[in-house]
């Protein structure tokens, strides 16, 4: 392709078209490269952005509410809802926590069923006591309405 002369070097006349070709197909390559990468990330968010979601799981406790009293000996209803997603035989745990949230003692395990009765033991007493409830099988869980008292009395 290159012209020679008496000298053996290339022929300027032709040097700068044939550099234009060859930058040209580079480029075109390049182009193609670049444009099918860039089809396909295009096509694999799309297809993301397409899926849907279930509504969220939670669940609410009910009892007990901001102010209840519970004395040690009693016996109390720990009550919750649930959305419907999270079915009746999933593992339920319950959790005392004393003024410190998710640092609590578990104080027992049962069935969604939405209710679990819990005989008040000398654990802890204070005025800042709530129950957690957290559904291990989906990774959530819930603090009560609000803070109320075990009594020694």
């Not at 799309?46 to 519970?70: F, H, L, R």
């Amino acid at each position: 392709m290159f012209v020679f002369h008496k000298n053996n070097s290339p022929s300027s006349s032709g040097t700068p078209l044939l550099l234009s070709i060859i930058w040209l197909v580079f480029f075109t390559a390049l182009l193609l490269v670049f444009s099918s990468c860039a089809k396909k990330t295009i096509t694999t968010f799309q297809s993301k952005t397409t899926t849907t979601q279930s509504p969220i799981d939670s669940i609410t406790i009910t009892s007990p509410q901001n102010g209840d009293i519970w004395h040690i000996g009693e016996i109390v209803t720990i009550t919750w809802t649930s959305t419907p997603d999270i079915p009746t035989g999933a593992m339920v745990d319950v959790f005392l926590e004393n003024g410190v949230p998710m640092q609590g003692q578990q104080i027992g395990t049962t069935t969604n069923t939405g209710s679990f009765n819990w005989v008040v033991t000398n654990i802890a007493t204070g005025n800042q006591m709530a129950i957690d409830i957290e559904i291990t099988t989906y990774e959530i869980g819930t603090l009560s309405s609000g803070y109320f008292t075990i009594s020694g009395d």
